[in-house]
């Protein structure tokens, strides 16, 4: 990588980053710094967690077009170790932004009952087990990986398929975690069963994206000279596949409530598509559906490189507009967008791509110990 | 010479059918048709075919029957028969998504089987000469088949030595296929008496079920309910009628019990009611209703009834009723005198003392006397 | 990927290695006999026994329901306010079993896993049958069946449209659709099939029915190359389905307000639910077909495995749903939801709830093993298991969610009688019917399709297909 360009403009937008979300704690407030906080930090962590779930799912079903993709999502769900302590120091937003683990909680007639579990030190026993589970999770998939690299062998490949299905339930754990008690605990006397299901559609498609970009990235600096049509293809189909179940599940979620017209639930919905929130509810729809629907319907138009760069971006943009347009509606019924979310953006963008380039120098862009490698770069449709 | 449709080789594996193209490509002796018991890879590329268009038609006609969809069922429920129901507008398009997507994938289905089928293989054909070859066995078996079929000028010598020499194990020409049985005017009126006699049969079917099931069970269920109709018996009570007699001494609406002896034991009640004109208006209202029939439109026993109804009616035009107190006409109509039945029940108590005003004033009107002129 | 084509990896230990999926030499010509011989042949005589069996079922479930036409819904034991009971319980039921083979045949076909093309046309035409049983219900459980129509929005004398928002309606749709969508793709696949029949037929008779069947195929290159575009298209549509359809039936439930019901996670967890009782169902007749047929070269025990993989993922996403219900139950705070929840494993019903959690969660983790996912006994054991779980989860969700909703003083028990569980009887028997009609008539396993994944089938190029 050209290191020469780009880092001192990586470095300095980190910095300038920095700076804002500083200023933003102090000028606009607490609840808006968290809110900023925790959009950034479930964003990266569907980053990551979906990179990761990548990675397992290979493991799961033994996949080979994907073995020589490999590298590329476990460095990405190398994030998940930055990503602890952001999230611990997401704990920051549990006294500011959830109604659920404030004392006066315990005398109201639904939160009292669970007050306990909403409250901020089973919050943060429930958050550190996760991010704990997750980076065991990290450490036998990718360390292994890398380790393989020295290694060449099946010891490794057999590991990972009998780790397979903890990794999964770890995972579900995960999200699940992120869900109810992140998304969920900011409007603690409402739930909704499927918010995990909801997340896990949304974490998918952020880590195929996520990767798809990087892979492209690399392509585009000689890097993975060997992946073609077929290995993208794949790719775009699993993206389209999910953007249309991602849809599903929203639309699903959002029926049910509207259908019943619950007063303590649909609310919920009320205030994330009535008023100033409409046109951005709107534009999630049409980022995260309509817009990579069509441009990914075609069989070419699937494995096509330009194509898919674009469609990856539109895609983790949406999915930050996803998670912004489920945490900001508890800061009041007008969108919020002006620096403090700028200096956000520059700073978690920054750092992130910081970290990921670094995880990018690390080991061989293939998993060269890999026994299937040749057979996945065989691939045919 | 017979008409030629084309010349078959068959080859005994993929591999030997995809080297066989390239060099039958570049004789050009005929247009090429590979045919297999099951798709091979490469195979369209290898003969230079152009790309499937369904792809294209199943995402129009899909897009086509979602919009249908939406269309019809924002039609039916906000334009032409809006209905409030569950509290949701009428026209709420969330409810509309479910079979908005079901009809979606209805369409783009037909389109994709039916379209390929039909529009794009031409599909059913039955009279195809490959279907009548010895070679048709084979290929839908474990052989793979490579044609050349006659475009212009063609030359079955060149193809068949052409196709020997890339290979092909059995070789056979294909004659043309004949013109088919022409369309005769017998076959046609057969396939025209045929649905006929199919409408027919359905038709008839149709009448009579449609005619009879209503009245069948369990379909006449529903009207055969165990339950009271009026006037029907029922077995359910020891007199067998269905509809009940009121309670001996029940009282009808507006009707007070009124205990008389006799309608003179009324003779002193005095009428409650003032002489006002709606008062009167009412009175000759009922009074052309119920006393009409009988006494006569001006009271005097002429009615246009007498004839059928054999009864003598009174005159109340007379001298002794113009001296008959009210409360005895009061009476007379609660109990009834003579042939004249109680009018208790079709006159309640105000209408009975408005009759008695009338008639007193229809008494006045057939008596005038010079003085009441103005 | 061909079998063969990866080469026997005798460098890596056995498990990694690929698994045949098809053992001994097969050849074109060998599958067509193996596999044509049944719809020319005379069935065997355990074939006429088991007909025998399943029609007699049938026809009990045909003679009930005629006398349930004549008698109305008091022959069953609805009541109120149980108004939903057997009836929709073997709806659901069986629109879920449908499911697995659009999975297999069109999911697993855009995921191009090579195992599903053994079992692929079997399974379909398990999910037509499937649907035919499941549709007989909605038919069946209202007062006036005859009066069905009027779920149909035509222009009409009556002079009222039907409710499109209503989910009832669109179950009506979503079940059309799939049995129309599922009947296509079927059809589909078996036209080249018919023309393998239809060249090999000893009679003029069957040949021309087979002719007219197959539509005069002729495997032309040209027909080909537009025929997979349109099966893949199919296959990508049905995927569509398998979520869409019981996603819809969850939603007669889920956009209620009955307690236990209206729970924004019954659409995936349906969708979930019904691949994994199809599966159990898809792998119960396989092991049958398999072993009756003499199909065990074709139908490996790889096939049998990796079912079983599926059929325990399945039970762990089922955990998981059981899981956030349970947890969402006792989250909302809502008290009516706690008893409801209570009811499910507690009270006259409990039984039922214990049943479906060993069932469908607890029992198939026994598929853990490789013991138990190789060896008849204990797959055989656990997909009864399922099956029978996933009827009872649909008893549970339904009945116990009624019985005890918010006013106390409609609280009531419900018993069913022997007519609904002659019906419910009388579905197997429509079911296996169907099922065995099919298996003497038509071929079980998409000839065509698998020659194209035999050894040497498709020129060579040195690719795999992972």
Redesign the interface.
């Known amino acids: 990588m050209r290191a020469g360009r780009t880092s001192p403009l990586l470095w300095g937008a980190t910095a300038l980053g920095a700076a804002g979300m500083l200023a933003a704690y102090f000028v606009s407030g607490a609840p808006r710094f968290w809110a900023n906080w925790l959009v950034w930090y479930l964003f990266l962590l569907s980053v990551a967690l979906g990179a990761l779930f990548l990675v397992a799912l290979e493991h799961l079903v033994a ?3 994907s073995v020589p993709l490999r590298r590329i999502p476990e460095r990405l769900a190398c994030l998940l170790i930055p990503l602890a302590g952001v999230g611990l120091a997401a704990l920051g937003a549990i006294p500011v932004l959830y109604p659920g683990a404030r004392p006066e909680a315990a005398a109201d ?3 009292g ?2 007050a306990v ?1 909403l409250g901020l030190p089973f919050f943060s026993v429930r958050v550190a087990v996760c991010a704990a589970l997750g980076l065991l999770a990290l450490g036998v998939l990718a360390g292994g990986s890398l380790r393989q690299d020295q290694e060449p062998g ?1 010891r490794f ?2 590991r990972a ?1 009998r780790f397979a ?1 903890a990794a ?2 770890i995972f ?1 754990l995960a999200v ?1 975690q992120a869900a ?1 008690d992140w998304i969920g605990g900011l409007a603690p006397a409402w ?7 909801y997340l896990f559609s949304g974490t998918f498609l952020a880590g195929l994206a996520a990767t798809t970009l990087a892979v492209l990235h690399l392509q585009d600096r000689h890097r993975l000279p060997e992946i073609r049509f077929d290995h993208l293809y794949s790719l775009g ?1 699993f993206m389209f ?1 999910f953007v ?2 991602w849809a ?2 929203a ?12 007063p303590d639930e649909v609310w919920w919905y009320r205030a994330r598509t009535l008023g100033a929130w409409l046109p951005v509810a709107l534009l999630l729809a049409f980022l995260n559906f309509f817009l990579p629907f069509f441009a990914l ?3 070419d138009a699937k494995g096509d490189g330009p194509r898919l760069r674009w469609v990856s971006v539109v895609l983790l943009a949406a999915h930050w507009l996803d998670m912004y347009w489920l945490v900001f509606p508890a800061l009041g019924a007008t969108p919020l967008f002006a620096w403090p979310e700028l200096g956000f953006a520059l700073f978690f963008l920054g750092a992130s791509l910081l970290w990921v380039r670094g995880a990018m120098a690390r080991g061989a862009d293939m998993p060269v110990g890999d ?2 490698l040749q ?2 770069l ?4 | 010479m017979a008409e030629v449709f084309g010349v078959l080789g068959l080859f005994e594996s993929a591999d030997a059918l995809l080297a066989a193209i390239p060099g039958l490509r570049a004789r050009n002796l005929g247009r090429l048709e590979a045919y297999t018991p099951y798709p091979v890879h490469g195979l369209e590329r290898a003969l230079g075919q152009r790309r499937s268009p369904v792809g294209g038609m199943v995402l129009v006609m899909g897009i086509l029957g979602a919009l249908t969809a939406l269309a019809f069922q924002w039609w039916v429920s906000a334009v032409d028969y809006p209905l409030v129901t569950g509290g949701k507008a009428a026209g709420s398009w969330q409810a509309f998504v479910p079979i908005m997507f079901e009809i979606t994938v209805l369409s783009a289905t037909f389109t994709a089987g039916l379209g390929m089928l039909l529009l794009l293989n031409r599909l059913p054909f039955f009279n195809h000469p490959v279907l009548h070859s010895r070679a048709i066995r084979g290929i839908t078996r474990d052989r793979f088949a490579l044609a050349v079929e006659a475009e212009g000028a063609f030359d079955p010598e060149a193809a068949s030595a052409a196709l020997a020499a890339s290979g092909a194990r059995e070789i056979e020409v294909l004659p043309a296929p004949g013109r088919g049985e022409p369309l005769t005017a017998r076959s046609i009126l057969d396939v025209l008496a045929g649905i006929a006699g199919a409408c027919l049969v359905a038709g008839f079917l149709a009448y009579w079920v449609v005619k009879l099931a209503p009245v069948l069970p369990p379909v006449s269920h529903m009207l055969d309910q165990p339950r009271l109709d009026p006037q029907r018996p029922s077995a359910f009570f020891r007199d067998g009628r269905g509809m009940r007699p009121p309670v001996p001494g029940t009282v009808a609406r507006g009707c007070l019990p009124i205990r008389l002896a006799s309608p003179e034991a009324a003779a002193l009640l005095v009428n409650p009611l003032p002489r006002t004109p709606e008062v009167l208006a009412r009175g000759r209202a009922e009074f052309e209703v119920r006393c009409a029939v009988c006494h006569g439109v001006l009271g005097n026993g002429i009615p246009t009834l007498s004839a059928a109804y054999g009864a003598k009616p009174a005159n109340l035009m007379t001298p002794a009723m113009r001296q008959t107190p009210d409360g005895t006409i009061y009476g007379v109509i609660v109990l009834g005198k003579n042939a004249m039945p109680s009018y208790a029940a079709d006159l309640p108590e105000a209408d009975r003392w408005a009759v008695i005003h009338y008639l007193r004033a229809l008494q006045r009107a057939q008596n005038a006397r010079d003085e009441d002129l103005p | 990927m061909g079998p063969e084509a990866a080469g026997q990896r005798l460098d890596l230990p056995e498990s990694l290695r690929t698994p045949a999926l098809i053992t001994g030499t097969v050849t074109a010509g060998s599958l067509d006999d193996q596999v044509l011989r049944y719809p020319e042949g005379v069935p065997a005589r355990k074939w006429f026994v088991a007909i025998g069996v399943s029609l007699s079922a049938m026809l009990l479930g045909l003679v009930l329901i005629g006398y349930t036409f004549f008698q109305g819904i008091g022959a069953w034991g609805n009541n109120s306010p149980v108004f939903w009971a057997f009836g929709i319980i073997n709806f659901v039921f069986w629109v879920g079993i449908g499911h697995a083979g659009t999975l297999i045949s069109a999911i697993l076909f855009i995921f191009r896993k090579r195992w599903r093309t053994a079992i692929a046309r079997f399974a379909e035409a398990m999910t037509i049958f499937a649907v035919i049983c499941a549709a007989i219900f909605p038919l069946i459980h209202v007062g006036r069946p005859w009066l069905g129509f009027w779920l149909i929005p035509y222009p009409n004398q009556r002079g009222v449209w039907t409710n499109f928002r209503s989910p009832l309606l669109w179950d009506v749709f979503a079940v059309s659709t799939y049995f129309l969508v599922s009947l296509m793709f079927w059809y589909l696949g078996l036209v080249p099939d018919l023309a393998s029949l239809r060249d090999r037929a000893g009679s003029r008779r069957r040949r021309a029915i087979y002719a007219i069947l197959c539509l005069g195929w002729r495997g032309s290159a040209t027909h080909w190359k537009h025929f997979e575009k349109a099966y893949l298209l199919l296959a990508g549509l049905a995927t569509g389905l398998v979520l869409s359809v019981h996603s819809v039936v969850s939603f007669d439930f889920a956009t209620s307000i009955v307690p236990g019901w209206h729970m924004t996670i019954f659409p995936p967890y349906f969708v979930v639910g019904a691949i994994f009782a199809g599966f159990a169902m898809v792998l119960m007749v396989l092991i049958v077909a398999r072993e009756t047929m003499g199909l065990k070269n074709l139908i490996t025990g790889f096939h049998l495995e990796v079912m079983n993989k599926v059929i325990l993922g399945m039970s762990c996403l089922m955990g998981y749903a059981y899981a956030v219900e349970g947890f969402s139950a006792w989250y909302s705070m809502n008290p009516v939801l706690h008893h409801t929840f209570m009811n499910y494993i507690s009270g006259r019903y409990g039984w039922a709830g214990w049943l479906t959690i060993w069932c469908n969660v607890l029992m198939p983790q026994l598929l853990w093993f490789r013991r138990c996912r190789r060896g008849y006994p204990w797959m055989v054991l656990v997909a009864v298991g399922v099956t029978v779980g996933m009827w009872f989860e649909r008893f549970v969700i339904i009945v116990v969610s009624l019985y005890q909703d918010y006013l106390p003083s409609s609280w009531h028990f419900y018993a069913p009688t022997l007519v609904d569980y002659g019906i419910l009887l009388g579905s197997f028997g429509i079911f296996f019917t169907l099922v065995l009609a099919f298996a003497r008539v038509l071929p079980v396993i998409a000839t065509s399709e698998l020659k194209a994944d035999l050894p040497g089938s498709q020129p060579g190029h040195g690719g795999s297909h992972g």
Request: no cysteine; charged share 15%; net charge positive.
């Open positions: 996949a080979r077009w007639p639904v939160l009952g669970k579990w099946p490949t057999l398929r299905p999964m339930a579900a699940s109810f739930y909704s069963d499927v918010i995990g299901v189909g596949g249309v179940f599903y599940i639309f699903a979620q959002y029926l049910l409530m509207w259908y019943a017209n619950l319907a075609t069989r026994p299937f057979e996945g065989r691939f045919r449709l």
